[in-house]
């Protein structure tokens, strides 16, 4: 497995999980997890991830969940397979969540990540 921390800012870091090639995973080779964390003084806080946990024919697209603490759990399918408009989609998540004055800050941390496919 293959992991590692990005840097977002102080408060804020990626942390991601990308495992062992696997045939299950059709599209992207293998399974990943791409967590947003809130890093608090004492402990770090989950916000979101982004996954490829579906394994279903047709299903083959990452997904978005947002933290269960939340008032109400959401969970958005992406609706390409495409790196780079994935990419595209989960900057613009994460700028929902913790706003738009850190847009190129969560830009150049996304573009660390490199393809689940290789």
Known sequence: ME???IKINKNYELEYRYFERDTD???FNRKFEIY???KKPLMKN??????NCDTSPGKWSPHIHKASNVKKKLYFGMST???NDVKNNLVNCIVDEIGE???LHIKK???KLS???L
């Open 25 to 27: 995973y059709k599209y």
């Open 46 to 51: 989950y916000v979101l991830h982004m996954d």
């Open 109 to 111: 941390a996304i573009g």
């Open 36 to 38: 947003l964390i809130d």
């Open 3 to 5: 992991r590692g921390n």
């Open 81 to 83: 397979l495409n790196w």
């Open 115 to 117: 393809s689940p496919k």
């Open 101 to 103: 004055k850190d847009r």
